[in-house]
């Protein structure tokens, strides 16, 4: 069903590491671009990343294409920011993140990764997400993202301060990984 | 060069009634339509404007467009939430909004509105601003949105305290609109 390259649509670099990596000996290549596309205002990163893989299949006109975004909903916020994170901490950082949390006393938050897959006829997605808390402040320098200030339930460490193999064992990443993995492999 | 017809896209009765009244006697009808269209994400509400504009003038086939986009860019958080102050209302609402900002000293807020006139050919936009601060808690019960967290600068009441009439004279809305009745009117 698969053509045996999918093109997987990015910016980031090292995301596109993970998914190499994780798909690796799954027979299919997996292609980089990167593609200025516009994203839609939600906090659902599933709705984010299916219009934006529906306007990069027809961009690219070269097969199937895996778009990949990442949501952090924060129950004390019914769910905001979501898929909005990435306007919050490029305007007031992970630390600001937290500062603006510190008049809740809720710092619990549900982190996202929706992988969605379009071959021009049907958007699937793989979903995988952790429960967490925010910390009171960034601690960690590894990953990426909001990886310094997320503590994963069941962890005194937060991503920033997990080594990236210790990490993509128990992240949201990996999930959705191991989801379309198994799909990948029936298919 | 425009119809005598134009059709603002907007699903806020409010803002529509605004609009109509301030362009009455310009020789112009404002129809109404609400569509649901896509909004990118960007604090920027000119870029969110032209966007919809676009869209919208591809889907009704129906003459020139109107769409307004609104945003409160704070400068404590570099110009966040500016066009996706909508979310951040929908999630913790106005008084959370207070909340969130309590760590910052700085509470300075500039209101912006665009409307974004397109006619199939040309994007023209139309820019009120005003300045003013973001109080410690909700006050008024007048307008909508933002209205009674936002203290113009020179006023002792917040938006959400002044008579709709009173607004209207110093708005950002108003100011957008004057502009928008100054190149109707020359046309």
Same mark, same amino acid.
């Given at each position: 069903?698969?053509?045996?390259?999918?093109?997987f649509? /990015? /910016?980031?670099?090292? =995301?596109?590491?993970? $998914?190499?990596?994780?798909?690796?000996?799954?027979?299919?290549?997996?292609?980089?671009?990167?593609?200025?596309?516009?994203?839609?205002? #939600?906090?659902? *990163?599933?709705?984010?990343?299916?219009? =934006?893989?529906? @306007?990069?299949?027809?961009?690219?006109?070269?097969?199937?294409?895996?778009?990949?975004? !990442?949501?952090?909903?924060?129950?004390?916020? /019914?769910?905001? *920011? &979501?898929?909005? $994170? @990435?306007?919050?901490? %490029?305007?007031?950082?992970?630390?600001?993140?937290?500062?603006?949390?510190?008049?809740?006393?809720?710092?619990?938050? !549900?982190?996202?990764?929706?992988?969605?897959?379009?071959?021009?006829r049907?958007?699937?997605?793989?979903?995988?997400?952790? &429960? %967490? !808390?925010?910390?009171?402040?960034?601690?960690?320098?590894? &990953?990426?993202?909001?990886? #310094?200030?997320?503590? *994963?339930?069941?962890f005194?460490? !937060?991503? %920033?301060?997990?080594?990236?193999?210790? @990490?993509? @064992? $128990? /992240?949201?990443?990996?999930?959705?990984?191991?989801?379309?993995?198994?799909?990948?492999?029936? %298919?």
């Amino acid at each position: 069903m698969l053509r045996d390259t999918l093109t997987f649509v /990015s /910016s980031n670099e090292e =995301k596109y590491r993970e $998914i190499r990596g994780a798909l690796a000996g799954c027979g299919v290549q997996v292609a980089r671009v990167v593609l200025d596309l516009p994203e839609i205002q #939600s906090l659902d *990163p599933g709705e984010v990343a299916a219009y =934006k893989a529906r @306007k990069a299949y027809e961009h690219l006109q070269a097969g199937p294409v895996l778009v990949e975004d !990442t949501g952090l909903g924060l129950v004390a916020w /019914s769910g905001y *920011p &979501g898929a909005l $994170i @990435k306007w919050v901490l %490029g305007a007031v950082g992970e630390a600001g993140l937290c500062r603006q949390l510190d008049a809740w006393d809720d710092r619990r938050a !549900t982190a996202t990764v929706v992988l969605c897959l379009y071959d021009g006829r049907e958007v699937r997605q793989f979903v995988g997400q952790t &429960g %967490g !808390t925010i910390t009171a402040a960034p601690r960690g320098e590894h &990953g990426f993202g909001w990886d #310094s200030i997320f503590q *994963p339930d069941g962890f005194a460490l !937060t991503y %920033g301060e997990m080594a990236r193999e210790d @990490k993509m @064992k $128990i /992240s949201m990443r990996a999930r959705a990984l191991d989801a379309l993995k198994n799909y990948l492999q029936d %298919g």
